[in-house]
Each structure stands twice: as C-alpha cells, then as structure tokens.
C-alpha cells in the first residue's frame, strides 16, 4: 500500500444507491486504505459525477472508482462512461451481481473496465482487498501519479481572484484555492514573499509565484499554448465557442492546417452551462464543460493547435492571405478565416452592479461560486435557457433561488422542458415583471433593490449572491471598418450581406458569397456571432462544420 505522504489527497470513490451497500463498501474500504487514502462515498450517479468535479476543480487525484451496476436514473456503466471525462485515469470496478456478469462484460469495452466484483465479497480480505491492491498499484505507476498542483491564494470577495479561479476552472487547469486569512494561505504569501496586498497569488506546479497575472502570463505559466508555431495556415478560426471548436474538428480532421484563437477559455457561453439537456446523443444530458473538454481534445488529436488567452484586434486582407492581429502587435495569416468570437453577456446598467462585479454579482454561471452558495438564497437575473440551466444547477444546494425575469413569464426565451423542471422544483421561484434596481454591498453583495415593472413599487431584499443572463451581445468590435455588421453589431453573411440579396457593391469575385461568407472572401461566420442565427449549441455546431466545407470550396476555386 502507499504511504499517506504519498496519497495525501488521493480519493477512492464509492457510489452505491443502496445506503446500506454504501455504507459497507466505504467501511471496508476505510478498514484497509483510510490511513493512505480519502474514501469519499455517494449514492446516485449524479451526484457521485458532482463530487468528481469537485474534486477535479480543486486539483485532488482520484486512483479508483468503484461504482454498483443496477442504479435508477444513471446505471453504474453510464456513470463510469461520464466519470472518464473527468478522471480518464482512474481505475474503473463494477459492483454487480451474479446475474449482471453479461453487462459487466460489455462494460469492459465501452468504458475500459479494469474490473468487476460480484457481490457480496465477503470476506473482503480474499475478495477485495487483493483486487484494489493491484488496481492502486498499477495506477501509482501511471502517468496519473501524484503531481504537484497550481495554488491559489486570495480572498473570498475579490473580482480578480474570482477571475484567476474562473479561468483556471474553464479551461481545465487543476488547482487549490487558499484564503489570504487562513493559516495555510499566510504560509504560501510568506513562503513567495508577499504581504497579501497584492492579490491573488498564484503558484505555479513548479513553484514559480504570480502576483496578479493577467491572462495571457497565467496561461503560459500553467502549460497552456499561446503562441501559434508557425506564421502561416490553411484556416485561422476565431473563437473557441461550439461554432469554433466545430470548425477545428472539422477543418483539421479533413487536412487544413488550422489554427483555433481564443481569447479566454473554450466553450464560450455553452462552456459555463451546467446542464445541456437537448444536445442530440445526450439523453442525461451534458455539462458544458464536459462537452467542451470532450470537444477540445477531439480538435488536438486531428492536429488542430488551439491558442489561449489570445486577443486578436484586427483583420485585414492582404491579396491571397488574411492577416490576423493579436493585441501584442504579432499576427498570423491563413488562406481563410471563420469567425467565431461569439457572444458576451450583457451587463447590468444598474447602480452598484459595476463595483460589486465578482463580489457577489457574476455574469453568467460563474460554477466555480456555486459551492459557495449551499444554504444561501440566490437571485437570477433572465428568462432564457442559461438562466434556467443555471437554477436548476445552483438550487441542488442553495437554500432558494428566484428567477426575476422582466417578461409576462419564461415561455418567451426558455425551452419548455426547462420551464417544466423550474415549474416542479421545490425551491425555485419566478418573479415575472420584475427588475433590479439596484445593487448595495461594502466588499461584497448584501442586498438588492427590486421593482416591479408594472406598479414602479419597490422592495429591498438580503442578497449574498446575483447571476445575471439578460441577452448578449456580439464580441464583433474589432471587427469596424472590415466586417460588414448589423446595426446590433452581429456578422451579415452570404444573402443577407444585402437588402436585396446582390453581393455587396465592393465584392470582386465573379461568384455571389457563399451562405456563411462575409463581405470579405475567404472569411466566414459561424455561430452567435452572425446575424439571425439560432442562439443554440446544436447550430452553433452544425454552422462550425458547415463553414469549414464552404472552406474548402473557396480553397478549391481559388
């Protein structure tokens, strides 16, 4: 077995929903590996992926799984599918009985079982315990050992050190999280030399400290590409939404040498969302971070290089290349573009917002804060499916959450199947008609002023914690003078270029634009960002692939 110095965060996950069965399997499993390793237990799939998630965010290791076959809702061959997402190297066991041999067969080839126990294994010395001391042996000589992880320190109402945990979240980067107050994080300011004036600090695996980094440093510090290693490529795709991460698939497994920008994270909008439930091929749905990581792989193993914390603030058409330029002064050129930049919440004009952004008011789902929220009353601000992804997310711990939507009601923007779920849970409720006023907080959020739309009355409520979903707008600015645009600075493309449908009066090729190409040839659209698209991570998607074949037929001809 290994030495607790060895497994000090270590975790073997048990999911039973039998809380009996539960109880016992964590009790022997303590018997034998509770000095060396922490048992964490849970009895539902769902929750049972919640906790690896958990766990993955603040950068602990999980060696082994161990997860019953017969369980409603998820079944331990789908939790285990979902469960590889998070952690592809821990060691996978079913709990089935005689009768499941079958299934526990086909599971070793759909989730890569490593093994499967009958139960009862009494006595676990002969049954289980010779199984999991083989199992934990082989993943301490993998490549998913113990590793250091990235550090954080700052404090808990802070908008930057809230961004640092947000980045470092969304794209995948584990780390653990210290506050400057506790006992620990004084330790890590004092060992990098720090006063803890200036926050967050952030250590790297190798123990390099950074004060306040801005995006593009912590990227490079914690192993992420940000620069694009050659100067030249087929296809330069803007934006690592669905649409973009679409057209990377694409492009780079059909042979462009492509080349995905990012200026933040993967995913977009659709990465924060905690719950897809209508993305055909998920039934259980899908968590837009799942799906984003699933994606972003995909892109990376067909050859596609994906850049992070990369601003691009220009565009031009220099003959046959298009000409990319980064906020640093560099740049990259393509045969062709696809613009991707997607969309960005809008914000909340009203006073106090701005100062307590970060501090108890976020944009979008923020689900780095969402364990922060457990017991607490929470308010959304918007009535479309993000708002109504992110209240059923959030009200599996918050003591309640309340929509307040401006609207008659949430059939306007929200997918009915969202407006059912909000409709049965207990601790959801709608404020129809109804606006914010005003936000009021010293460090952080502490109250809210509310008003109804119809009556102008008023009323002040305690506040802790705002989410805000109220309609987007398109990260096309850099785009004026280059890109046709709609007076709300979405893309025009193809037909709509027009008012009667003619290409643009400046348009040189003999050709009418393709259905997703621009005023400029070779440079097309794809996603939120152009006009009168659907707003949907399915189109989103489809627009992505789409582009890349007009790609090709532009490549062809000229």
Known sequence: MAQASDAARTVILTVDDDPGVSRAVARDLRRRY??????????????????????????????VILADYRMPQMN?????????????????????????????????????????????WDPPEEKLYPVLDDLLEAWRCSDFRPVPSTKVVGHRWSARSSDVR???????????????????????????????????????????????????ELAAQVGLATTPAADFYDLVVIGGGPAGLGAAVYGASEGLRTVLVERSATGGQAGQSSRIENYLGFPDGVSGAQLTDRARRQAARFGAEILTARQVTGLEANGAARTVRFSDGSAVAAHSVILATGVSYRQLEAPGCHDLTGCGVYYGSALTEAASCQGHDVYIVGGANSAGQAAMYLARGAKSVTLLVRGQDLSASMSYY????????????????????????SDHLEQLTLRDVDSGQTELVDAQWMFVFIGAAPLTQWLDGT????????????????DDGRPPADWELDRPPYHLETNIPGVFVAGDARAESAKRVASAVGEGAMAVMLVHRYLEQS
């Open 76 to 120: 331990g061959i789908e939790f285990l599918e979902q469960a590889l997402d998070v952690y592809p190297g821990a060691r996978r066991v079913l709990l089935t009985a005689y009768a499941d041999t079958s299934a526990a067969i086909d599971a070793i080839n759909v989730v890569d079982l490593d093994h499967y126990l009958l139960k009862p």
């Open 166 to 216: 947000e980045f470092l979240a969304r794209n995948q980067v584990p780390y653990r999280w210290y506050s400057a107050d506790e006992p620990e994080g004084k330790r890590l300011l004092a060992a990098a030399g720090q006063d803890g004036q200036r926050l967050p600090l952030v250590i790297t695996p190798d123990g390099t400290p950074l004060v306040e980094p801005e995006a593009p």
């Open 34 to 63: 509770g000095e060396s390793y922490r048992i964490v237990r849970a009895e539902s799939g769902e929750s049972a992926l919640d906790a690896l998630r958990e766990l993955k965010l603040r950068g602990d290791l999980v060696a």
């Open 418 to 441: 969202l407006i059912q779920q909000i409709n049965e849970a207990p601790n959801i409720s709608v404020r129809a008609r109804t606006v914010v006023e005003s936000a009021h907080g």
């Open 483 to 498: 890109v046709l645009r709609d007076e709300h600075g979405f893309i025009l493309a193809g037909p709509d270029l027009t």
